[in-house]
């Protein structure tokens, strides 16, 4: 009941070099250094024994422009659907990887597998960060990445919802208010 998940569209390429896309709720931060990720993906889809295989795949970020292409990649298989095709996402290629990024996405993070974790219905493909990439527009003049700009999608009991304002920022409660320390005058603890 860990909601509301960051929603993810998993790209990936086949040995035949085929492309796929699935969408994974379940996918997170494992590590920093290095730098790791997770996905979990149940065996029986289309795009299990490709990652499996491959070993490789590029988690896309979501956004309020994608939600309606994260909905169908999550429901439609690949086995049926070109889903660049249909969906007229454009794949660009990788610096590190053969899957593919979306280039309608705002970040994309090349992955390669490390590990695969049988753990019941899903297993965690763990992996490796190989590059990630940035879309410019969301750049400002000193190179902050502004990714609430893109408006990105999270997912909740079977609904999308964007992501909300900004109501803080990291260590915000506990920094000092420098008027009253300069003042002499005490903080409230």
């Not at 979501?62 to 969906?87: I, M, N, P, W």
Request: net charge positive.
């Amino acid at each position: 009941m860990l909601y509301p998940l960051p929603v993810v569209m998993v790209s990936m390429a086949d040995r035949d070099g085929k492309f796929n896309i699935i969408t994974i709720a379940w996918a997170g931060t494992v590590c920093t250094n290095p730098p790791m990720v997770s996905i979990s993906v149940r065996p029986e889809r289309y795009s299990y024994p490709i990652l499996k295989e491959t070993g490789e795949f590029v988690i896309n970020l979501t956004t309020r422009e994608l939600a309606y292409a994260t909905d169908f990649c999550g429901v439609r298989s690949g086995r049926e659907v070109d889903k660049f095709r249909t969906l007229r996402l454009t794949p660009l290629e990788a610096d590190q990887v053969r899957a593919p990024l979306i280039a309608e996405s705002p970040v994309n993070i090349e992955c390669r597998v490390r590990q695969i974790l049988p753990l019941g219905s899903h297993h965690m493909f763990l992996a490796d960060v190989a590059a990630v990439h940035a879309d410019e527009k969301y750049m400002d003049e000193k190179r902050k990445f502004h990714l609430e700009k893109a408006e990105p999608i999270v997912y909740s009991h079977g609904a999308y919802l964007c992501c909300g304002r900004q109501v803080g920022t990291f260590g915000y409660s506990v920094k000092k208010d420098m008027k009253k320390e300069n003042s002499g005058g005490r903080r409230s603890e």
